[in-house]
Nanobody
Framework: QVQLVESGGGLVQPGGSLRLSCVASGRTVSMGWYRQAPGKQRELVATFTSGGSTNYADSVKGRFTISRDNAKNTVFLQMNSLKPEDTAVYYC???????????WGQGTQVTVSS
């Protein structure tokens, strides 16, 4: 079993930046970020696949960047040019093998507001 701990959320003005971090307690084969806004379904933001490639939601391409430190089992999400519609709870997601269910973190709130 893997535990995921997110950090870095907060309140930021439109156009601002935040950097989220997620530390896994063990080795993972894929990690990524999802978000859920009030009244909406959870959606993919950015992920690393088990093959090492990245996927981004169209709404964040060019503004968000996912990166990782494999030695520290950590994944980051650099969020620039934030918009009010980016407001959501951001969840870290990870898998320990391609065939097992994913693990989820507890979520970190990101609020973009003036």
């Amino acid at each position: 079993q893997v535990q995921l701990v997110e950090s870095g959320g907060g309140l930021v003005q439109p156009g601002g930046s935040l950097r989220l971090s997620c530390v896994a307690s063990g080795r993972t084969v894929s990690m990524g970020w999802y978000r859920q806004a009030p009244g909406k379904q959870r959606e993919l933001v950015a992920t690393f696949t088990s093959g090492g490639s990245t996927n981004y939601a169209d709404s964040v391409k060019g503004r968000f960047t996912i990166s990782r430190d494999n030695a520290k089992n950590t994944v980051f999400l650099q969020m620039n040019s934030l918009k009010p519609e980016d407001t959501a709870v951001y969840y870290c997601n990870a898998k320990t093998s391609p065939l097992t269910p994913a693990y989820w973190g507890q979520g970190t709130q990101v609020t973009v507001s003036s």
